[in-house]
C-alpha cells in the first residue's frame, strides 16, 4: 500500500526516497559449494548475535598472530573513537608474511600478470615475498629518517611493488597512504600535504591498455603541489617497471630521486625485525572524495583491521588454503588493500594481481586469465561487469574455468547485471555475494553468508556477522523492514574494521558520520552512537537491504525524491542499453526533473525509438512523475579511472553549468562531444537555461560522490 502511494507521488514527505522496485526471487547455493564452506553452521549466526557482542569478534582476532594478547575487546570510553583489542600487540607485515613461512615457504602468495600477453606471469612465492619485503624495509630504513608513527604516500600502479611497498612500512611501523595510481599529479600531492608524508613512493611506468604509460612525471607534479601547500617531499624513491631501464621522460632530481633497483643492491638479503605495534596504531591512510572539499584520508588501525579482513575474507570469501583467489579490483582503493592484499595475505592465500585493461587487448582476458590460473573466487564491481558484458556478452563461454564464489561490490548491482554474472560469467555453478561497504568501513557492512543464506539480486543482503544495521528517518524513527520506505541507512554498534578518524580532522570525523543519529553527546554508551553511512536503503521484510546510492545523490522531482540506481536499473532492462546515469535538471516546474544519460551496447545504432523505450521503462517501472525530460544516447559517459560514472559531469552538461575538473577522468575527451550534442539539441528544442543560484550550482557540482 505504501508503495502504491508513492508511486503516484502522493504523501510522500520531502525526506522519504521512493521506492520502486519488485521483489527478486531468491537464487539458492549449489550444494557443492555448501558441502565446502568456511561458515556451513547456521550456529555462527548465534555466535555473533548482539547478544555476543563485541566479545564474538575474538573469534577473527584469533586468526591473527599476536605478540601480546589484548586485554580489552572494546574500549567504547571515549565515542565515537572506538579502540578494540586494547593491549595487544602485533605486527601486520609478520602475520601477512613470515608466519606462513613454516607452513606455505614455497606457496605464491601473488601471482602478478603483467598486461602484455608477452611478458610472463610472476608468481611470488610466500619466501619471496618475505625477502622483497624485508630488502626494501631495509632500504627505507636506511635513508636514516623515517621513523614509527611517519607517513610514507606512494604513487603506484598495479605490480607487485606496491603490496611489497605496504607490507615494508608496516614492518617498520609507518603509515602508508597509497594513491590510485590514475589520479593526478595534483590529487597526489594534496594528499601528500593533507598526510605531511616526506617521501613518495612511485614508478616510471606502467602498462595500460597497450601503452607504456609515462608516470614518474606526475611525481614532478605532485612534489609541487605538495610544495604549494607547505609541504616539502625529501626523496621521490622510483621503482621501475623494466628493472635497469628507465621508462619516463622526466629527468631524475639529483638528490630528491631514486631509483629503487640500484638502492636496493646495497640491502641483499638483509633483514628487518617486524616492530611490535600496539593493536591501535594506524596501518594506514586511504583518502576518499577529494575534489569539492579537502580529502579525508581515512584512518585505519593494525589490530582491528586485520582481524575484520581476515575474518571477513574467510567467511565471506570463503578463501581455502587451495584456492586461487581473484580480486579484480585496483589496490589504489580500499577494496584492493582489504581483500587483494591484507585479508587473503593474512590468510596464507594466493592472491592473484592483474595490472591491466579488463578488455586489453580483448574482451577475453580476464577469461583468459581465469583458465590459465585456475582462478575459482573471483571478486569485481559492477561496473566491470557491465563493461565486459558490453563487449564480449559471449566471451566467458568460450573459456573453461570454474567459478565456486564471485563478489560483486562498489555500487548497487542493476538485477539484469547480476544475472548475466550469474548465468554467463559464474556459469550458474557459483554463489554470489554482494558485498556492500566504504573507504571508512575497512570491511564488508551488508552481504549474504554464501552457503547459508540465498542470493536475491541487486540486494547486499543483511547486515553481516557482528553487524547490526537499522533504516532511520529524517526524525530519526526506525524505519521497519517490510515498510517499503526507504531512510538512511545506520550502523547501530562499533565494529573492528571502522576507521579511527579522519586523519587530522577529528572534529570533521564526528560531523559526518556520528552527529545526525547521536542520541546524547555525553554518553559513553556506544548505544547512543548509530554511525550513519549516508547511503539510502531499504529494508524487506526478510531483512535483505537494498542500497539505492548515496543520500545526496537522490533527484527531488516535485517533492519525490527518486534514487539514482532505480532509474538507472528501469533503463539497464531495455534490451538495446549497456550502460545509464540519471542525473537532475532544473525544471521550473518540478524543482528537478529527470534526465537519462544512455550508451548503447556495440554495433547498435541510436534511435528516437530507443529512446522511447527508455522513457517508457522508466515509465512503467517507476511511475510518470520519473519520465526523463530527455533520454540522451551517448558513445560513452565520463568515467573515473575506477569506472564510475562521473554524474556530476554529466549533470554540468544537462544544466548548462561548469562541469568541474576533469583531470581525473580516464576518459576527458568525451566530455567535449558530449556537450556539444547535448546542449545544441537542447537549444533547438527550446529548453533554454535559466542561470542558476549559486546554491544550484553547489548542488550539481557535488551530484554523484566519484572523484
Ligand atoms: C559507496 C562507498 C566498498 C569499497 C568500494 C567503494 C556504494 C559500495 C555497494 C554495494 C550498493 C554499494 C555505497 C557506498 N557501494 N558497495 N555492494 N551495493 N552500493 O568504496 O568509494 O568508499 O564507496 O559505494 O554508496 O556508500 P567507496
Known amino acids: 500500500m505504501a508503495r502504491e502511494q508513492e508511486a503516484q507521488g502522493a504523501q510522500v514527505s520531502e525526506a522519504q526516497i521512493a521506492v520502486h522496485w519488485r521483489e527478486e526471487e531468491y537464487y539458492h547455493p549449489p550444494a557443492?559449494?555448501?558441502?565446502?564452506?568456511?561458515?556451513?553452521?547456521?550456529?555462527?549466526?548465534?555466535?555473533f548475535s548482539e547478544e555476543h557482542f563485541p566479545e564474538c569478534f575474538k573469534e577473527y582476532a584469533d586468526l591473527l598472530t599476536w605478540d601480546a594478547y589484548w586485554h580489552t575487546t572494546l574500549d567504547a570510553s571515549k565515542p565515537p573513537f572506538w579502540?578494540?583489542?586494547?593491549?595487544?600487540?602485533?605486527?601486520?607485515?609478520?602475520?601477512?608474511?613470515?608466519?606462513?613461512?613454516?607452513?606455505?615457504?614455497?606457496?605464491?602468495?601473488?601471482?602478478?600478470?603483467?598486461?602484455?600477453?608477452?611478458?610472463?606471469?610472476?608468481?611470488?612465492?610466500?619466501?619471496?615475498?618475505?625477502?622483497?619485503?624485508?630488502?626494501?624495509?631495509?632500504?627505507?630504513?636506511?635513508?636514516?629518517?623515517?621513523k614509527?608513527?611517519?607517513?610514507?604516500?606512494?604513487?603506484?600502479?598495479?605490480?607487485?611493488?606496491?603490496?611489497?611497498?605496504?607490507?615494508?612500512?608496516?614492518?617498520?611501523?609507518?603509515?602508508?597512504?597509497?594513491?590510485?595510481?590514475?589520479?593526478?599529479?595534483?590529487?597526489?600531492?594534496?594528499?601528500?600535504?593533507?598526510?605531511?608524508?616526506?617521501?613518495?613512493?612511485?614508478?616510471?611506468?606502467?602498462?595500460?591498455?597497450?601503452?607504456?604509460?609515462?608516470?614518474?612525471?606526475?611525481?614532478?607534479?605532485?612534489?609541487?603541489?605538495?610544495?604549494?601547500?607547505?609541504?616539502?617531499?625529501?626523496?621521490?624513491?622510483?621503482?621501475?617497471?623494466?628493472?635497469?631501464?628507465?621508462?619516463?621522460?622526466?629527468?631524475?632530481?639529483?638528490?630528491?630521486?631514486?631509483?629503487?633497483?640500484?638502492?636496493?643492491?646495497?640491502?641483499?638479503?638483509?633483514?628487518?625485525?617486524?616492530?611490535?605495534?600496539?593493536?591501535?596504531?594506524?596501518?594506514?591512510?586511504?583518502?576518499?572524495?577529494?575534489?569539492?572539499?579537502?580529502?579525508?584520508?581515512?584512518?585505519?588501525?593494525?589490530?582491528?583491521?586485520?582481524?575484520?579482513?581476515?575474518?571477513?575474507?574467510?567467511?565471506?570469501?570463503?578463501?581455502?588454503?587451495?584456492?586461487?583467489?581473484?580480486?579484480?579490483?585496483?589496490?589504489?582503493?580500499?577494496?584492493?588493500?582489504?581483500?587483494?592484499?591484507?585479508g587473503p595475505l593474512a590468510l596464507g592465500t594466493t592472491s592473484v594481481m592483474y595490472e591491466g585493461a579488463p578488455t586489453y587487448p580483448d574482451p577475453g582476458r580476464p577469461w583468459r586469465i581465469a583458465e590459465r590460473l585456475g582462478v575459482n573466487i573471483f571478486h569485481t564491481a559492477p561496473t566491470t561487469i557491465r563493461m565486459l558484458r558490453k563487449l564480449g556478452p559471449d566471451e566467458p563461454k568460450k573459456y573453461?574455468?570454474?567459478?565456486?564464489?564471485?563478489?560483486?561490490?562498489?555500487?548497487?548491482?542493476?538485477?539484469?547485471?547480476?544475472?548475466?554474472?550469474?548465468?554467463?560469467?559464474?556459469?550458474?555453478?557459483?554463489?554470489?555475494?554482494?558485498?556492500?561497504?566504504?573507504t571508512e568501513n575497512g570491511g564488508f557492512l551488508g552481504s549474504t553468508l554464501p552457503a547459508l543464506k540465498p542470493m536475491k539480486p541487486g540486494s547486499c543482503g543483511p547486515g553481516v556477522l557482528g553487524i547490526y544495521p537499522v533504516i532511520y528517518d529524517e526524525n530519526r524513527n526506525v524505519v521497519e523492514a517490510g515498510s517499503g520506505r526507504a531512510g538512511n541507512i545506520c550502523i547501530r554498534n562499533p565494529w573492528p574494521g571502522i576507521f579511527q578518524t579522519i586523519w587530522g580532522q577529528p572534529e570533521r570525523f564526528v560531523q559526518i558520520y556520528y552527529e545526525k543519529y547521536c542520541r546524547d553527546k555525553d554518553s559513553k554508551d556506544w548505544r547512543d552512537w548509530p554511525y550513519l553511512a549516508g547511503d539510502g536503503a531499504v529494508q524487506a521484510a526478510d531483512g535483505y537491504f537494498r542500497i539505492l546510492g548515496r543520500i545526496d545523490d537522490v533527484i527531488n522531482v516535485a517533492g519525490h525524491r527518486l534514487g539514482t540506481k532505480e532509474l538507472e536499473s528501469a533503463s539497464i532492462t531495455v534490451e538495446?542499453?549497456?550502460?545509464?546515469?540519471?542525473?537532475?535538471?532544473?525544471?521550473?516546474?518540478?524543482?528537478?526533473?529527470?534526465?537519462?544519460?544512455?550508451?548503447?551496447?556495440?554495433?547498435?545504432?541510436?534511435?528516437?525509438?530507443?529512446?522511447?523505450?527508455?522513457?517508457?521503462?522508466?515509465?512503467?517501472?517507476?511511475?510518470?512523475?520519473?519520465?526523463?525530460?530527455?533520454?540522451?544516447?551517448?558513445?560513452?559517459?565520463?568515467?573515473?579511472?575506477?569506472?564510475?560514472?562521473?554524474?556530476?559531469?554529466?549533470a554540468g552538461i544537462s544544466n548548462f553549468a561548469d562541469v568541474g575538473d576533469t583531470t581525473t577522468l580516464s576518459n576527458p575527451e568525451v566530455v567535449e562531444g558530449i556537450r556539444h550534442h547535448v546542449q545544441g539539441e537542447k537549444l533547438s528544442r527550446g529548453q533554454v537555461p535559466r542561470e542558476l543560484s549559486p546554491q544550484e550550482m553547489e548542488e550539481i557540482k557535488a551530484f554523484g560522490r566519484a572523484e
Open 32 to 47: 557443492r559449494f555448501i558441502g565446502q564452506a568456511n561458515a556451513a553452521d547456521p550456529a555462527i549466526f548465534e555466535r
Open 83 to 146: 579502540k578494540w583489542f586494547v593491549g595487544g600487540r602485533l605486527n601486520a607485515s609478520y602475520n601477512c608474511v613470515d608466519r606462513h613461512l613454516a607452513t606455505s615457504r614455497n606457496k605464491a602468495a601473488l601471482i602478478w600478470v603483467p598486461e602484455p600477453e608477452t611478458e610472463d606471469t610472476q608468481a611470488i612465492t610466500y619466501q619471496e615475498l618475505y625477502k622483497r619485503v624485508n630488502e626494501f624495509a631495509a632500504l627505507l630504513r636506511g635513508l636514516g629518517r623515517v
Open 148 to 342: 614509527v608513527g611517519d607517513r610514507m604516500t606512494f604513487h603506484l600502479p598495479m605490480v607487485p611493488e606496491l603490496p611489497v611497498s605496504m607490507l615494508a612500512c608496516a614492518r617498520l611501523g609507518v603509515i602508508h597512504s597509497e594513491v590510485f595510481g590514475g589520479f593526478s599529479g595534483a590529487a597526489c600531492g594534496d594528499r601528500i600535504a593533507d598526510s605531511g608524508s616526506r617521501i613518495l613512493v612511485t614508478m616510471d611506468g606502467y602498462c595500460r591498455n597497450g601503452e607504456l604509460i609515462d608516470h614518474k612525471a606526475k611525481a614532478d607534479q605532485a612534489v609541487a603541489a605538495a610544495r604549494e601547500r607547505g609541504v616539502e617531499v625529501e626523496k621521490v624513491l622510483v621503482w621501475r617497471r623494466h628493472p635497469g631501464r628507465y621508462a619516463s621522460k622526466s629527468p631524475m632530481v639529483a638528490g630528491r630521486d631514486f631509483f629503487v633497483d640500484e638502492l636496493l643492491k646495497d640491502y641483499r638479503g638483509q633483514e628487518v625485525k617486524p616492530v611490535s605495534m600496539p593493536a591501535e596504531a594506524p596501518l594506514f591512510l586511504m583518502y576518499t572524495s577529494g575534489t569539492t572539499a579537502r580529502p579525508k584520508g581515512c584512518q585505519h588501525s593494525t589490530g582491528g583491521y586485520l582481524a575484520y579482513v581476515a575474518g571477513t575474507s574467510k567467511y565471506y570469501q570463503d578463501i581455502h588454503p587451495e584456492d586461487t583467489y581473484w580480486c579484480f579490483a585496483d589496490i589504489g582503493w580500499i577494496t584492493g588493500h582489504s581483500y587483494i592484499v591484507y
Open 400 to 438: 573453461d574455468y570454474h567459478f565456486k564464489h564471485m563478489t560483486t561490490v562498489g555500487e548497487p548491482i542493476e538485477p539484469d547485471v547480476w544475472r548475466w554474472y550469474h548465468s554467463v560469467v559464474g556459469k550458474g555453478e557459483a554463489v554470489i555475494v554482494d558485498t556492500w561497504w566504504q
Open 576 to 650: 538495446e542499453i549497456a550502460e545509464a546515469a540519471a542525473v537532475p535538471v532544473m525544471d521550473e516546474l518540478r524543482g528537478r526533473a529527470v534526465e537519462m544519460y544512455v550508451s548503447l551496447k556495440p554495433g547498435l545504432a541510436p534511435s528516437k525509438d530507443i529512446e522511447d523505450k527508455v522513457a517508457k521503462a522508466i515509465e512503467a517501472q517507476i511511475g510518470k512523475i520519473a519520465r526523463p525530460k530527455n533520454v540522451w544516447i551517448v558513445p560513452d559517459m565520463p568515467k573515473t579511472r575506477s569506472g564510475k560514472i562521473m554524474r556530476r559531469v554529466i
